[in-house]
């Protein structure tokens, strides 16, 4: 089964809106983190925001936030006020557990189309 | 910010020879590293996870013999695609956390690896 899934492979977006992807994951620990990353054509991972499971307060890092919903095993990024590169491939992630070796997990994806 | 090189960024070899690839912490000592795979338009998918002085923890599925991860310093870790085969060529991405690990990992800016 699917620890990280995201539901939405592509998504068109116009210039200046508010957009959210979707990322629901799955994991039996209690200690977790969150994570997105951006990935323009370039290939380098870009990291975005981080949510730690005991985290009360969504995360923010400026225009973008993270929606953590721990009942519903969800952590959808928030992406305000969108540019145009903004356009990329979106990756969320997740560690399971605290430890230092604890391996992070990718989702597929979300590309981002941001239209002008 | 912390920065994580690899080298080379791009390689074309002859099927059949070795390639080896360098990830270096540049400002950091990192204790533990990771060595991901990516296909076109696809995830991360993580080959395995090393440890500084220790043999490395292959993912379910990744030949260790044809994988070869050397972390010989907390600066340096190399993987080796050992007689290389067309189907290998794909896009490897390392990423290294700090010694202070909190949930930082940063990914270096990956190598693109073409088998001819």
């Known amino acids: 089964a699917q620890k990280i899934t995201q539901t939405q492979p592509g998504m068109f977006v116009q210039e200046k809106e508010a957009v959210t992807l979707d990322c629901t994951y799955d994991?039996?620990?209690?200690?977790?983190?969150l994570f997105w990353y951006k990935q323009p054509s370039s290939g380098e991972m870009i990291f975005l925001i981080y949510?730690?499971?005991?985290?009360?307060q969504n995360a923010t890092e400026g225009r973008y936030s993270l929606n953590f919903q721990k009942a519903r095993k969800s952590a959808n990024l928030v992406i305000s006020a969108s540019q145009l590169g903004d356009s990329a491939m979106y990756f969320c992630a997740m560690r399971e557990g605290p430890n230092r070796d604890d391996k992070i997990i990718f989702g597929k994806g979300t590309r981002l189309h941001i239209l002008p | 910010g912390a920065v994580v090189s690899q080298h080379p960024s791009w390689v074309i070899c002859k099927s059949g020879t070795s390639v080896k690839i360098e990830c270096r912490s540049l400002?950091?000592?990192?204790?533990?590293m990771f060595w991901y795979r990516q296909f076109p338009k696809q995830s991360l998918m993580l080959m395995a996870t090393s440890n500084e002085g220790s043999k490395a923890t292959y993912e379910q599925g990744v030949e260790k013999d044809k994988f070869l991860i050397n972390h010989a310093s907390l600066t340096l870790s190399t993987l080796t695609v050992t007689s290389a085969h067309p189907e290998d060529s794909s896009f490897y991405i390392c990423?290294?956390?700090?010694?202070?690990?909190?949930?930082?990992?940063?990914f270096g800016p990956g190598t693109r690896l073409t088998v001819t």
């Open positions: 994991t039996s620990d209690q200690s977790y983190g």
């Open positions: 400002d950091f000592q990192a204790t533990t």
């Open positions: 949510q730690g499971s005991y985290d009360e």
């Open positions: 990423s290294a956390r700090p010694r202070d690990y909190n949930y930082e990992q940063y």
